[in-house]
């Protein structure tokens, strides 16, 4: 499907496809796009959208062509060629939001809709794009205006009897305020990995049996397996979906720290430079060797998530308490329980629970400063600073909101966030 939409999208597409006769709102016609020579590019279905009344809020017209990528490239050219210009990225949403046909939260919300890593982020995007966070915002402006009015008509006519609410009262309001714009700005870390699936990093010593267990874990060899140490080089990566969950592994240098070859001392420093950005790390080691290296590792990761993984389990042997898993790789056993296991560390398995959600780092960060401006209002009603201050943190909690929503979105501002939306989109 191509999309035209601008103040001349419809006598373009008039142009382009001639012998349609009717282009009437919300309607769909069936026609040839020509070329200038009246050679036929392609059969389409055309279906017009005249402003305000679409997507972007301008004239825009729907051509749906058939997919191959010759008639696709020619029906572009001949829009240029008329008139038109490429989209550059997010560019109809971005119309949208100007045009107020879709607040910039909800042009949040699409975007994850488009680039969800599992079937639970679309679900929370969805709840975003249906207004989840817009409602939690106007929420949250309402009860800070409606606290800083009490407290203006406080400093205003302190000596009139006008009922107000006590200062103990007001303080507990704000805090109340505070702590749920913290709970929201925090859904963002537990939904993060829904929206944009997960790292998982799985490091050990040479031959524990790393490749083997990223062939099983990713379905497939991508790791070359061999009884040699060293083998692994380079970082290995690969995505997957493993029950509806986006997760890319990465297969890293087996660790030993006796090695005289740079290239192999290289390898294992980057695999633990990248264990400390992963979401959770798989601690690979052979059940019938000390653990000193894997320990090691371990020490290394600065609070890391991480799983052991007791490998050579075929053996026989007794396996250490340490261990959260025992697989063997020669007869693929372990591997459903190692699964289920990664996925409850992630928090997969558990529910989705509130209507207050975060969906990007921007809004994350925004709900944690207003959260602080609402506490330090609280803290100054109730300590020494008084009505004053107070009223001065909730005008910059207010600001955030504003900002949260897009009311003084600067265009650097619109430039960043829908640089990363698709073309097209």
């Given amino acids: 499907m191509l999309r035209l939409s601008g103040d001349q999208a419809i006598e373009i597409a008039q142009r382009m496809a001639p012998k349609i006769q009717k282009w009437d709102h919300s309607r769909a016609a069936v026609g040839y796009i020509q070329q200038a020579d009246g050679s036929i590019v392609d059969q389409v279905i055309a279906t017009t959208f005249k402003a305000p009344r679409s997507f972007t809020g301008e004239n825009t017209v729907e051509f749906s062509c058939h997919g191959n990528p010759l008639i ?5 050219e001949l829009a240029i060629q008329y008139g038109a210009r490429m989209a550059r990225a997010g560019e109809f949403t971005r119309q949208a939001v100007l045009n107020g046909k879709m607040t910039m939260l909800k ?17 929370i995007a969805q709840s975003g794009l249906l207004g989840a966070v817009d409602s939690n915002e106007t929420q949250l402006r309402n009860r800070l205006l409606d606290i800083a009015a009490e407290l203006e008509a406080k400093m ?26 913290s709970q929201t700005a925090e859904t963002y870390q537990n939904n993060r990995i829904r929206l944009h699936g ?10 524990a049996g790393k490749s083997s267990l990223f062939n099983h874990l990713v379905g497939s060899k991508r790791a070359i397996v061999s009884a040699r140490p060293g083998t692994t080089r380079d970082i290995v990566e690969r995505r997957v979906l493993i029950d509806g969950m986006e997760i890319c592994f990465f297969d890293t240098a087996g660790a030993r720290f006796d090695s005289d070859d740079p ?31 894997i320990l090691n590792i371990k020490e290394q990761l600065n609070g890391r998530r991480f ?74 009603l109730g300590g ?39 073309i097209g989109k």
Wanted: aromatic share 4%; glycine share 4%; net charge negative.
């Fill in 72 to 76: 696709v490239d020619a029906i572009i």
């Fill in 107 to 123: 042009a949040e919300a699409l975007n994850e809709v488009i680039h969800a890593s599992s079937l639970d982020g679309v679900s």
């Fill in 156 to 181: 205003d006519y302190p000596q009139e009897d006008l009922s107000f609410e006590s200062d103990d009262a007001i303080v507990d309001a704000l805090m109340s305020i505070a702590a749920e714009a």
């Fill in 198 to 207: 997960a790292k998982v990093a799985i490091l050990g010593p040479v031959n």
């Fill in 263 to 293: 290239i192999e001392n290289e390898g294992i420093q980057m695999g633990l430079e990248l264990a400390k950005e992963a979401d959770l790390c798989l601690l690979v080691h052979p059940a019938h060797k000390p653990l000193g290296v």
């Fill in 307 to 380: 799983l052991m993984v007791a490998t050579h389990c075929d053996l026989n042997i007794d396996v250490e308490p340490c261990f959260d898993c025992i697989v063997s790789n020669t007869k693929n056993t372990g591997i459903i329980d190692l699964k289920e296991k990664i996925r409850t560390v992630l928090g997969f398995n558990k529910s989705i629970e509130g209507s207050n959600i975060a969906l990007s780092q921007r809004q994350q960060s925004l709900f944690h400063s207003i959260a602080e401006h609402v506490h330090h209002s609280a803290e100054a």
């Fill in 384 to 422: 020494f600073l008084g009505p004053a201050v107070a009223t001065e943190e909730i005008t910059l909690a207010l600001e955030e909101l504003a900002s949260l929503r897009g009311a003084d979105a600067r265009e650097h501002v619109l430039d960043r966030l829908f640089s990363k939306f698709c």
